[in-house]
């Protein structure tokens, strides 16, 4: 089993950049595929990137990538996203989630096959 924590969620103005961080506990941080998903009021819950155990392989919403990066460091349990250009409707909570028994290289963008969730983050971008 592994918890996630995320942070550096914020309110950053339009055209701003935030980077959020995720943090797993456990030491088999490795076996996981990692995903960041959002939440908008009154939205379902939608697909952000995904990136493979090794790293290597990543996975963008076509709305969201030209505008972001996913990079996970397993020596520090840790994966990332770094937005940029944000807009007003990039305002949401932001989870990020893991997903057990993935291929080295395999990416998934779907929510249902995550495993694991953490509690999400608050990114507001005003206008």
């Known amino acids: 089993q592994v918890q996630l924590v995320e942070s550096g969620g914020g309110v950053v103005q339009a055209g701003g950049s935030l980077r959020l961080s995720c943090a797993a506990s456990?030491?088999?941080?490795?076996?996981?595929?990692m995903g960041w998903f959002r939440q908008a009021p009154g939205k379902e819950r939608e697909f952000v990137a995904a990136?493979?155990?090794?790293?290597?392989?990543?996975n963008y919403a076509d709305n969201m990538k030209d505008r972001c990066t996913i990079s996970r460091d397993n020596a520090k349990n840790t994966v990332y996203v770094q937005m940029n250009s944000l807009k007003p409707e990039d305002t949401a909570v932001y989870y990020c989630?893991?997903?057990?028994?993935?291929?080295?290289?395999?990416?998934?963008?779907?929510?249902?096959?995550?495993?694991?969730w953490g509690q999400g983050t608050q990114v507001t971008v005003s206008s």
């Open positions: 990136v493979s155990r090794s790293g290597s392989h990543t």
């Open positions: 456990g030491r088999t941080f490795s076996s996981y595929a």
């Open positions: 989630a893991a997903k057990n028994g993935a291929g080295y290289y395999h990416t998934d963008s779907l929510q249902y096959n995550y495993d694991y």
